[in-house]
């Protein structure tokens, strides 16, 4: 029973146009949203968050929109840059003590 | 500030061995957590901590144990090791009950042969 999914394994965008990442999530209890970005043979860094309060919350090029009705949340990169290139994962937590991660979205920026 | 430090950074197990991941943080953290992920798959909770002396198991359990005894320690051990077991391992910690950011280790990965 996969509580989050990210149905796109893998997205390829031109460097400078936007980046769209989808999650869904099936956990009504589930009450903040974060994005995280992993590079090969690192660990996950954080990237951005919302809580379930709120519906956008944007910092800088990210912004992540939340539809709670139709449980769904996207992470917006724009404008797209090499260094963007990671995978990403969605990650709801309910109570802020277990997050559950998406399986991620693999995102190339070509140049 | 070393931040989430784990070790060894790789290994390579026979069946039925036995081992322990070592994760430490120095940011005073309450709450620290083991996760694993297998390739194309999202992380998973192995086992998490809210404090010194205080562990619960998360989704996946089975074939592990934790302790801690400290609040910098979190080590976790993997007895009789399987091939099912193969996987990247992530420690995590956070400061506490509002804050759900994890800042992560930089993973280890555990080869069973």
């Known amino acids: 029973d996969q509580q989050v999914k990210q149905n796109s394994p893998s997205l390829s965008v031109q460097e400078g146009r936007i980046s769209i990442l989808n999650c869904d999530y099936t956990?009504?209890?589930?009450?903040?949203f974060l994005w995280y970005k992993k590079y090969p043979a690192e660990g996950p860094t954080f990237l951005i968050s919302?809580?379930?309060?709120?519906d956008k919350n944007e910092d800088g090029r990210f912004t992540v929109f939340l539809n709670k009705s139709a449980k769904h949340l996207s992470l917006h990169i724009v404008p797209s840059q090499p260094g963007d290139s990671a995978v990403y994962f969605c990650?709801?937590?309910?109570?802020?003590?277990?997050?559950?991660f998406g399986q991620g979205t693999r995102l190339t920026i070509n140049p | 500030n070393a931040g989430v430090t784990q070790t060894p950074k790789f290994r390579i197990l026979k069946i039925g061995q036995s081992m322990t991941l070592q994760c430490t943080q120095d940011?005073?953290?309450?709450?620290m957590y083991w996760y694993r992920q297998d390739p194309g798959m999202g992380l998973k909770l192995i086992y998490y901590s809210v404090g010194a002396g205080i562990t619960d198991k998360g989704e996946v359990p089975n074939g592990y144990n934790v302790s801690r005894s400290t609040t910098e320690d979190f080590p976790l051990r993997l007895e009789l090791a399987a091939p099912s077991q193969t996987s990247v391992y992530f420690c995590?910690?956070?400061?506490?009950?509002?804050?759900?950011?994890?800042?992560f280790g930089a993973g280890s990965r555990l080869t069973v042969l």
């Open positions: 995590a910690s956070t400061q506490g009950l509002n804050n759900p950011v994890l800042t």
């Open positions: 940011m005073n953290h309450n709450y």
């Open positions: 956990n009504s209890m589930f009450d903040y």
């Open positions: 990650a709801p937590s309910q109570g802020a003590q277990k997050l559950v």
């Open positions: 919302i809580s379930s309060i709120k």
